[in-house]
């Protein structure tokens, strides 16, 4: 599976440092402009990782190395440190679905894909200046249906995922076409300090998750521009059919 994925990287830092605001406002009131570790934060908790690949379920700031790939949310069962929004949770919960629903993780583990990418463009986040930005991305899979389509359509898509209200993919999240606008406004309930729970907020309509919540509208800065789904025969199929040794 190719998609050409056109990213709109001035407005995902736009949403980044509304998110950043909100998280200076919580944890630092007093002197509520946002540093560079809370924008940091705020792009951490989109992601689900630091720029340099920490993960945020295991840290509130960067530089954990050596770099864990095998993290798990475990010890975060309610999205408090790692929202269930971020992009790394979002297309592949590790394990959220058996804490949630009770299905077994190999039932999970059946969505996996294997992903390569290329990004394209120069970024240079001056109003105007950018080239056309994204990622030349690439994944494998033996059912693009119930692997990459069902990530981007039945997790990234779905405000509803892992939990209602959870809000969309802030990466690659995109609304259905019959709902609303976007509503600008950043309308999470944040926790005061990272990895602090927020219980729900019966004061507002519809009450607020519990655990990190931005928005559902979040997202919607990666424009598909094109793509195509190709057929790569089974190494078995190559074998029984383009007559290869074991081993070739
Ligand atoms: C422009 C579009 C995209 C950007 C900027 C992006 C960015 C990222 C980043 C920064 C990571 C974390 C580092 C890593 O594991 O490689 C990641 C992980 C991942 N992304 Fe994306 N991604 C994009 C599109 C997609 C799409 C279309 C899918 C599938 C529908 C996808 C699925 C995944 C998965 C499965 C992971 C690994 C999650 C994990 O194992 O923790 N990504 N992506």
Redesign the pocket.
Known sequence: MY?K?E?DVQGFREDEKVLAKRIAEYAHPKTPTPTEEDVALAGAYM???FQD?TPVVDREVAGLGPMPNNFTFDADPDGVRCPFQA??RK??P?GDKQRQFGQPLTQERTVR?V?RAVSYGKVTLQPGKDDKV??L?L?AQSSIADQ?EF??NQW?NNKDFLRDKSGLDP??GTRKLDQPNPDPIVNGDWPKLYGSRNELDFSKVPPAVVGHTFSEHVGER?TMKGGEYFFVPSLSALRTYGGMEEGT
């Open positions: 998609r994925l990213q992601v689900g990782r690949g992009h790394v297309t592949n590790r894909i992903r994204g990622l991305f994944c990459f990530i981007q990234a990466v690659i990666v």
